[in-house]
């Protein structure tokens, strides 16, 4: 049967095997949600339009150009009751700077409720099998806003630098960072300690104590707790491998609060995977609690895939001559499939690819061609 799905088919079975494993609950959406979710959640959004229309009711409705925002919007915990769901659906935009609108398919799950380290490691750990189910070599990059903001507040600068902060540690911009420092008269421990943050990565247990010599307040403390938490969750699990801490990692999105992530693997152009903890997110929706998940971009696969086209079309092609009743092919058929075999049935050869070729006879018997 592996023959004729596609590896994109073949890799949805594995990441909804393995989220099943962890008490993670399929959850489908209606293609579309009222204009207005999206409108007061903007800075929540990938850059790019939304396509919107009015339905028969009068209302401005969008086709979903993401999928958090839906799962935050309709699902409620219960105390001590968290919900775990998990999703392959389609979003749709219009790709930031280019012209036109992408259907995108996106696989992944996430946790509303008491997300506590325990939790959280989980998450960061399927993360992780999900880059391993795509095969080849992965890195799963994690960071912790809480830290990097810590470390920008000890800077004593205003809202508008710490946001050019953010983007300048993102693109790991040394000399941005010193040049915005200087102009908003930061100096001295702060700005050296910010700039050897940016500078970090590597395996996240032997960057663990860097993190913890960087440390400065509350904040960062609170960080630096989480992350040892979710590390030493990842060792139980077995999960370290391939795993590395990457405090450049940030958002500019308003709601990602704490832990973030970015996935990679080997020949796709940029991350395929990326998620974070969100709790921000549900205060805005008007709900208690921490929410933490995370998506993979499947169209982002592609390139992947190009060169993995199943090699045969069917196992079996089937020559009908005409020669066999229409009875005794559909016999033979079925005596094919119901031994594990696909089947393609013609009154010749023709072309496509086929692992052996037979011929049915007017007695119904099957003779090799091959």
């Known amino acids: ?58 209302r401005l409705m969008a086709l979903k150009p993401d999928v958090t925002l839906s799962i935050a919007k309709n699902l409620t915990a219960k105390p001590g009751e968290p919900v775990r769901v998990y999703y392959d659906e389609s979003v749709y935009r219009a790709p930031d700077r280019q012209l036109g609108f992408q259907e995108i398919t996106q696989a992944g799950l996430e946790y509303l409720g008491e997300a506590d380290a325990y939790a959280m490691g989980e998450v960061v750990m399927l993360a992780a099998r999900s880059l391993a189910c795509l095969g080849g070599e992965y890195a799963l990059d994690i960071s912790h806003m809480g830290f990097i903001n810590g470390l920008i507040g000890a800077l004593g600068v205003d809202e508008h630098v710490r946001v050019e902060l953010l983007r300048a540690v993102s693109g790991r911009n040394i000399h941005a960072i010193r040049e915005l420092c200087a102009r908003s008269g930061a100096q001295g421990a702060p700005v050296e300690r910010l700039c050897r943050a940016v500078g970090l990565y590597g395996p996240v247990r032997e960057n663990l104590e860097a993190l913890r010599d960087m440390s400065v307040n509350s904040e960062t ?51 395929v995977l990326s998620g974070g903890r969100y709790d921000s997110l549900l205060s805005k929706l008007g709900k208690s609690g921490a929410a933490v998940g995370f998506a993979v971009y499947l169209n982002l696969l592609e390139r992947l895939y190009e060169s993995d086209a199943p090699e045969y ?45 037979l011929r049915i006879n007017a007695e119904g018997g099957l003779e090799s061609l091959d």
């Open 1 to 58: 049967m592996d023959e004729i799905l596609t590896r994109e088919e073949r890799l949805l079975q594995s990441l909804r095997a393995l989220y099943s494993k962890y008490g993670y609950r399929p959850y489908r959406m209606s293609k579309f949600e009222e204009y207005d979710l999206y409108a007061n959640n903007r800075s929540f959004l990938p850059a790019g339009g939304v396509i919107t229309f009015t339905d028969t009711n009068g």
């Open 221 to 271: 403390e609170r960080a630096v707790g989480e992350m040892s938490a979710i590390t030493g969750v990842l060792e139980s699990f077995g999960a370290l491998e391939g795993v590395n801490l990457d405090l450049s990692i940030t958002s500019d999105m308003d709601y990602y609060n704490g832990l973030v992530f970015k996935g990679y693997v080997a020949g796709a152009p940029s991350a």
């Open 313 to 357: 079309d069917a196992g079996v092609l089937l020559i009908n001559d005409s020669t066999a009743g229409p009875r005794a092919v559909a016999a033979a058929v079925k005596q094919l499939t119901d031994g594990g075999e696909s089947v393609v049935v013609r009154s010749a050869a023709g072309g496509g690819k086929f692992r052996r070729t």
